[in-house]
């Protein structure tokens, strides 16, 4: 059966990165969860504005729907998204029963300091804390979540993920 993977967590926490070094590792197509936004929410992102739920309701949409038409074809699909808070993840749970969430989790300063030294068109680091603010940490009621530790070598994370029973 073929698997839908949300790689959540905050801007900075490696979604991207991850995404496209663990995607040939378990035969799946990465998708940028940031390229299906609508282009009113990146003038938002890319002005130093916080996006409120209703602005992300119709990017949740498409994204479950984009992974859902993965899992239908039988390929596995990788979409990076933020996946803030239990709604979100909720939204995108609705009909998609082979989601899986990998929760990239690391702190405040990890993170900072990451996101410090790079360009992102958008999400400028000053939204890192609302970030921060809004997240809803995945509970144990959520048996969909797997959570790796982002302070340690990207192959590390990859094959912490890869081997996830959750994953296979």
Request: proline share 3%; glycine share 6%.
């Amino acid at each position: 059966m073929a698997k839908f993977i949300i790689l959540m967590g905050v801007s900075g926490s490696g979604k991207t990165v991850i995404g496209k070094a663990l995607a040939p590792v378990i035969n799946a197509e990465f998708i940028d969860g940031d390229n299906l936004h609508a282009q009113r929410n990146v003038d938002k992102m890319a002005a130093g504005i916080p996006l409120t739920d209703a602005d992300r309701q119709d990017w949740l949409e498409l994204i479950a729907q984009v992974g859902h038409k993965h899992v239908a074809a039988g390929t596995n699909c990788i979409i990076a998204c933020s996946a803030l808070k239990r709604a979100y993840r909720d939204l995108l749970r609705k009909d998609n029963d082979s989601i899986c969430f990998v929760y990239l989790k690391g702190s405040f300063e990890l993170i900072h300091e990451r996101i410090s030294k790079r360009s992102h068109q958008y999400m400028p680091s000053s939204l890192l804390e609302s970030q921060f603010n809004t997240l809803e940490e995945p509970q144990n009621d959520e048996k969909d979540v797997f959570v790796v530790s982002i302070d340690q070598e990207i192959p590390r994370i990859v094959d912490e993920i890869a081997k996830a029973e959750i994953i296979s």
